[in-house]
Nanobody, 112 residues
Framework: QMRVIESGGGVVQAGGSLTLSCAVS????????AAWFRQFPGQNRDFVAS????????EYASFAEGRFTISRDNAKSTVSLQMNSLRPEDTALYYC?????WGQGTQVTVSS
């Protein structure tokens, strides 16, 4: 079973940037797709972005397209989410998931 740990969240002003990181333990990481989701209080988790095993293929939610970039480093077993032009409505708990294994989430707060 994999262990997933997110980091990099924090408080940022609107228009600013943050990079979230996800460290994954487990030998199957390089054979696994990875994704980021986010969750608003009292709601289900929403898809943000995903990346294929090789890193060559990515998909984004419409709100993330053009502002967020997902990437991975298979040698380091990490997945990153670069978030630019952040908006107050991006405030949420962000989760990384690999092979159905979820982290504990990292909080992103964007102030107006």
């Amino acid at each position: 079973q994999m262990r997933v740990i997110e980091s990099g969240g924090g408080v940022v002003q609107a228009g600013g940037s943050l990079t979230l990181s996800c460290a994954v333990s487990g030998r199957a990481f390089s054979d696994s797709e990875a994704a980021w989701f986010r969750q608003f209080p009292g709601q289900n988790r929403d898809f943000v972005a995903s990346i294929t095993e090789s890193g060559r293929g990515t998909e984004y939610a419409s709100f993330a397209e053009g502002r967020f970039t997902i990437s991975r480093d298979n040698a380091k077993s990490t997945v990153s989410l670069q978030m630019n032009s952040l908006r107050p409505e991006d405030t949420a708990l962000y989760y990384c998931v690999v092979r159905g294994n979820w982290g504990q989430g990292t909080q992103v707060t964007v102030s107006s």
